[in-house]
């Protein structure tokens, strides 16, 4: 299913979208984290169409637990395309899908997530749940933040068809877990023993959506999370 959309999706999308691409050569090999903002149900869709690896998502639950037709046949999709669902509560009840995450960076596959836990409510970029910076220490792999831009213009929530307007999406220089880790615990990071403090949990995730603010241009909450304006 996943192949399939991706040729299916990728002609119309350079010939009638036309999206700005920046800095796709300088992204690393997988493993690697793609650490997304998130404005429209578009993200998902546009950014695995530009990428020519498969990239693995997290995605809410509430993909998965619909009813009737409708129901059934998101559920299908998006398990289909490797998708994991996600309770966005956060916290342990969201371990699950985190586990999943450092699953599928063992596999040495690229993994995708939208640190902001759901898409932006008003077009602003809100602050990064820490779970992002916990799988890159884990998995000991970079996180690439990524820009996308205009998808507001294209889609809003609750629309259905997508208006004519050109995407961008910007990959950011690649952010290491090592960089965080203090001198004295080098040799620990290295056996992959270290436990990373919340401070700099923190600190690497509000590292990450401040690159990805200067790249899309959005105006950046970073007192709140966005889930507190759905």
Same mark, same amino acid.
């Given at each position: ?6 040729? @299916?999706?990728? @002609? ?33 869709? !546009?950014?695995?169409? !530009? ?6 998502? @997290? ?23 490797? =998708? ?18 450092? &699953? @599928? ?16 409510? $008003? ?8 779970? =992002?910076?916990? !799988?890159?220490?884990?998995?000991? !792999? ?10 507001? %213009? ?24 090592? %960089?965080?880790?203090?001198?004295? $615990?080098? &040799?620990?990071?290295? %056996? ?13 995730? +509000? ?15 970073? +007192? ?7």
């Amino acid at each position: 299913m996943y192949w399939l959309c991706k040729i @299916i999706g990728t @002609i119309p999308l350079f010939i009638y979208f036309r999206p700005k691409i920046k800095g796709l050569m300088s992204v690393p090999k997988a493993p690697l984290i793609f650490a997304s903002n998130h404005l429209s149900v578009l993200d998902s869709f !546009v950014l695995p169409l !530009v990428y020519y690896r498969k990239i693995y998502f @997290i995605g809410k639950m509430e993909y998965f637990n619909g009813k009737g037709f409708s129901g059934w046949f998101k559920k299908f999709f998006f398990t289909s395309v490797g =998708v994991t669902p996600v309770n966005r509560e956060g916290g342990s009840k969201a371990q699950g899908a985190l586990e999943r995450g450092f &699953e @599928i960076l063992q596999s040495k596959k690229p993994f995708g997530i939208y640190p902001e836990g759901t898409r932006s409510p $008003d077009g602003r970029l809100y602050k990064g749940h820490t779970g =992002v910076a916990r !799988v890159a220490f884990r998995a000991n !792999v970079p996180v690439v933040p990524v820009a996308m831009i205009n998808m507001r %213009k294209i889609q809003l929530p609750g629309q259905y068809f997508p208006r004519p307007h050109r995407p961008g999406v910007t990959f950011c220089e690649a952010i290491y877990p090592a %960089k965080y880790v203090p001198d004295e $615990d080098l &040799e620990s990071f290295n %056996k992959g023993t270290y436990e990373p403090t919340r401070e700099i949990l923190r600190q690497m995730t +509000d590292d990450i959506m401040e690159s990805i603010q200067k790249a899309s241009g959005q105006t950046y909450i970073s +007192d709140h999370y966005a889930k507190e304006f759905k």
